[in-house]
């Protein structure tokens, strides 16, 4: 059963409307605001209160399956216990279960795409995101309940394989270019590559999504969002999914710098991190990439999203490079196929009418 915007929005300001209240807000003190959207399906509106600088998000995510259900428990239990531990994430005001409706503080609207692209210098800003990213990873470890998790306990092979690399092929290969054929030939490589990526401790609080449109700066401050897609992992998943971020597209050199710093500061609180992490990072990052492009090519197949098609190419550029660098002869199919699709989108680049 789906919900219309008009009855989510009609819920949302009747929700909205009940906690003001209790706060001492009169109706006619506060007005929302609709929030623009990604690839979710949730809607955010943002509550403006008259002669107060601060506002607040409400954000609708029906439960409308068990998935969503579950996931809606999952954003407040794993959203209080980063709040909990000092993690920059928006404060849950209020929420209802029921109807899958919080009310929480607001981090701002200035992501880390806008910051990076504006300044000629996005590293200090960067090197600010992993000061508190090793903190998630770390100290947000610590008291964790993986029944809290909404897809999967860990970062494992069933989730490279599942969610990563057979998303790939589902949604990219074969829903976005139209490549309907057996590509079962992939399977091999596949499985090396989740076996090589599994090698890694999985010890850590990772966010699973972390990248340049889930980090929030303002006025110099870092918060996340998104969080719910939380498990244990390595942390060389997050530190990929911002480094070889589409939205973005570092320089080289940028994400090499940032690559060692990280290394260094993750290092100075477990050895054994670093070392992984240097490892397996190329594998790992390669496993993040064929899950942006599954995620892009739904995105804007299934969904009717077609903004996303823009940040392919570089997804594209960014996995024949790792595999090039990785040259690993098992994965030879793979690294064959990432070569093809990089000549195919250097020749018929997505048209810039894209953007909006």
């Known amino acids: 059963m789906t919900i219309s915007p008009k009855k ?9 409307r009940k906690y003001l209240e209790g706060q001492g807000h009169q109706q006619n003190e506060y ?18 209160l008259e002669n107060l600088e601060d506002s607040m998000v409400i954000m609708a995510n029906p439960p409308t399956s068990d998935f969503l259900r579950i996931e809606n428990q999952a954003y ?30 607001d981090l701002g609207n200035q992501h880390l795409q806008s910051v990076a692209k504006e300044t000629t210098d996005p590293i200090p800003i960067y090197e600010a995101v992993l000061d508190e990213l090793i903190r998630f990873h770390v100290e947000a470890r ?151 492009l599954g995620a892009f090519g739904f995105l804007t197949k299934a969904r009717g999203k077609s903004k996303f098609s823009q940040y392919i190419p570089s997804a594209v550029i960014t996995l024949h490079e790792l595999l090039d660098v990785v040259s690993d002869p098992k994965l030879a199919n793979l690294q064959v196929l990432a070569a093809d699709l990089h000549e195919q989108f250097r020749k018929n680049p997505v048209s810039e009418k894209t953007v909006d």
């Open 142 to 292: 610590s008291g964790f309940d993986t029944q809290w998790c909404c897809q999967a306990p860990r970062y494992d092979t069933y989730v490279m394989r599942s969610l990563e690399s057979d998303y790939f092929t589902k949604a990219f290969l074969i829903g976005y270019l139209g490549l309907n054929r057996d590509w079962s030939f992939l399977d091999p490589d596949f499985d090396y590559l989740a076996q090589k990526a599994s090698l890694a401790k999985a010890d850590c609080l990772i966010h699973r999504d972390f990248q340049s449109r889930n980090i929030i700066i303002k006025q110099g401050k870092i918060g996340f969002v998104d969080w719910q897609g939380a498990r244990l992992g390595p942390p060389a998943y997050d530190l990929a999914s911002l480094l070889i971020d589409p939205y973005v597209d570092l320089d080289e050199s940028i994400r090499h710098a940032l690559f060692d710093q990280y290394a260094i500061a993750v290092g100075n609180v477990d050895s054994a991190l670093s070392e992984d992490l240097k490892r397996y990072y190329r594998y790992i990052a390669i496993q993040r990439n064929l899950q942006i």
């Open 31 to 48: 007005h929302l605001e609709p929030m623009a959207t990604d690839g979710s399906t949730r809607l955010f509106w943002r509550i403006r």
């Open 76 to 105: 407040l239990l794993i959203g209080r216990h980063l709040q909990e531990k000092g993690i920059p994430v928006p404060k849950i005001l209020a929420q209802n279960l029921l109807r899958g409706l919080f009310i929480m503080t």
């Open 8 to 16: 989510l929005e009609h819920q949302a300001a009747s929700f909205a």
